[in-house]
């Protein structure tokens, strides 16, 4: 009787050996614990026998299931360890960053280069003191041209050749309306300089569109001459072109200015028409209800497509609303 259970007890040792070295799952390593060890299991169904020995043989059987016990014991241990440790290998392995490969590039947007011009001539004139305005791009006659000192017979409104709605109000043609709004709103002293978009019924070409930009300054103070309007024109365009470049005051006319001037700079070796400028001509001042014997002022009205133009030697003003990426990449 004895040596049949001593038999049986080695059986079960070396089956439940094998069967755990080949488990390859935590859950198959529990299912055979539960039945080699647990209350119901195989050992447990052979030390039911142990009443039947005598009181001689039973202590050293006992010993020897104690042994096997152990050793299962152990083997569950190990392989449930090797189990852990083969499944950790197995997530560093699949989680492993190779840092020699290759990266993700992810584009990164810049500015257009119609917007960057903006920002510089804004930065320029921020720096000098100047805050930002903005007007409506839909406008009235009279904020367009009748309060710039432009009545309805006057010829310099052929200069610019308007769309109009047909209740009358039209798209401006330019940003000098801001100035208007700006000073009927505000009291001198002021110094604002407005960007947006104007309109004028153009044939596209290389230089022209009937959509652009421009910038407005606008300072009005006591006491202020055409040499400010000069010192600030100058600085400006030295700040911008990044050289104190030769300029060129030309006399012009503008409605809204007398004097008026347009600006040239040589830029290089060739003389290039940058601006209009000049001193706020009195009946401008008058209109929103400033007293011109009082205050003065200057203003100024320049073309965004043209400075980036020139600042990036562009060629076509088409290029810059055709949102053709290979030609937007180089700036
Ligand atoms: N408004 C003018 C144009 O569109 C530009 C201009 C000239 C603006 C002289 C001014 C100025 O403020 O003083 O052609």
Same mark, same amino acid.
């Given at each position: 009787?004895?040596?049949?259970?001593?038999?049986?007890?080695?059986?079960? =040792?070396?089956?439940?050996?094998? =069967?755990? =070295?080949?488990?390859?799952?935590?859950? !198959?390593?529990?299912?055979?614990?539960?039945?080699?060890?647990?209350? !119901?299991?195989?050992?447990?169904?052979?030390? !039911?026998?142990?009443?039947?020995?005598? =009181?001689?043989?039973?202590?050293? $059987?006992? #010993?020897?299931?104690?042994?096997?016990?152990?050793?299962?014991?152990?083997?569950?241990?190990?392989?449930?360890?090797?189990?852990?440790?083969?499944?950790?290998?197995?997530?560093?392995?699949?989680?492993?960053?190779?840092?020699?490969?290759?990266?993700?590039?992810? /584009?990164?947007?810049?500015?257009? /280069?119609?917007?960057?011009?903006?920002?510089?001539?804004? %930065?320029?004139?921020?720096?000098?003191?100047?805050?930002?305005?903005?007007? /409506?791009?839909?406008?009235?006659? +009279?904020?367009?041209?009748?309060?710039?000192?432009?009545? *309805? %017979?006057?010829?310099?409104?052929?200069?610019?050749?308007?769309? +109009?709605?047909? %209740?009358?109000?039209?798209?401006?043609?330019?940003?000098?309306?801001?100035?208007?709004?700006?000073?009927?709103?505000? *009291? /001198?002293?002021?110094? $604002?300089? #407005?960007?947006?978009?104007?309109?004028?019924?153009?044939?596209?070409? #290389?230089?022209?569109?009937?959509?652009?930009?421009?910038?407005?300054?606008?300072?009005?103070?006591?006491?202020?001459?055409?040499? %400010?309007?000069?010192?600030?024109?100058?600085?400006?365009?030295?700040?911008?072109?990044?050289?104190?470049?030769?300029?060129?005051?030309?006399?012009?006319?503008?409605?809204?200015?007398?004097?008026?001037?347009?600006? &040239?700079?040589?830029?290089?070796?060739?003389?290039?028409?940058?601006?209009?400028?000049?001193?706020? &001509?009195?009946?401008?001042?008058?209109?929103?209800?400033?007293?011109?014997?009082?205050?003065?002022?200057?203003?100024?009205?320049?073309?965004?497509?043209?400075?980036?133009?020139?600042?990036? !030697?562009?060629?076509?003003?088409?290029?810059?609303?055709?949102?053709?990426?290979?030609?937007?990449?180089?700036?």
């Amino acid at each position: 009787m004895a040596s049949e259970i001593e038999s049986q007890l080695q059986i079960l =040792a070396q089956l439940a050996q094998k =069967a755990i =070295a080949e488990a390859d799952s935590l859950q !198959k390593l529990e299912e055979l614990r539960i039945g080699y060890l647990g209350k !119901k299991g195989q050992l447990s169904l052979i030390l !039911k026998e142990m009443g039947k020995l005598s =009181a001689e043989d039973r202590p050293r $059987i006992g #010993a020897v299931a104690n042994e096997i016990k152990t050793e299962i014991q152990n083997n569950l241990t190990n392989q449930q360890q090797q189990l852990q440790q083969g499944e950790i290998n197995r997530k560093i392995l699949a989680e492993t960053i190779d840092v020699t490969m290759p990266g993700v590039g992810y /584009p990164i947007g810049k500015s257009h /280069p119609l917007q960057s011009t903006i920002d510089k001539v804004i %930065d320029i004139f921020v720096g000098l003191g100047y805050t930002i305005a903005e007007g /409506p791009q839909i406008e009235s006659d +009279y904020y367009n041209f009748t309060a710039l000192n432009t009545p *309805e %017979d006057h010829p310099a409104r052929d200069m610019q050749d308007t769309f +109009y709605f047909e %209740d009358g109000s039209l798209l401006r043609t330019h940003t000098s309306s801001v100035q208007i709004r700006y000073m009927e709103n505000n *009291e /001198p002293p002021l110094r $604002i300089i #407005a960007p947006g978009r104007v309109y004028r019924r153009d044939t596209v070409d #290389a230089t022209h569109s009937a959509v652009f930009h421009q910038i407005e300054i606008l300072a009005i103070d006591k006491g202020l001459t055409f040499s %400010d309007l000069k010192g600030t024109i100058k600085e400006f365009l030295r700040q911008i072109f990044g050289d104190d470049l030769p300029t060129l005051f030309r006399a012009s006319y503008f409605p809204f200015t007398e004097p008026s001037a347009e600006v &040239d700079v040589q830029w290089q070796g060739k003389w290039l028409e940058v601006l209009g400028c000049g001193m706020v &001509d009195p009946n401008v001042l008058k209109a929103v209800g400033y007293d011109p014997e009082v205050y003065s002022g200057f203003a100024a009205g320049l073309g965004v497509e043209r400075f980036a133009m020139i600042l990036h !030697k562009i060629d076509d003003i088409r290029r810059l609303y055709n949102s053709d990426l290979r030609f937007l990449q180089q700036f």
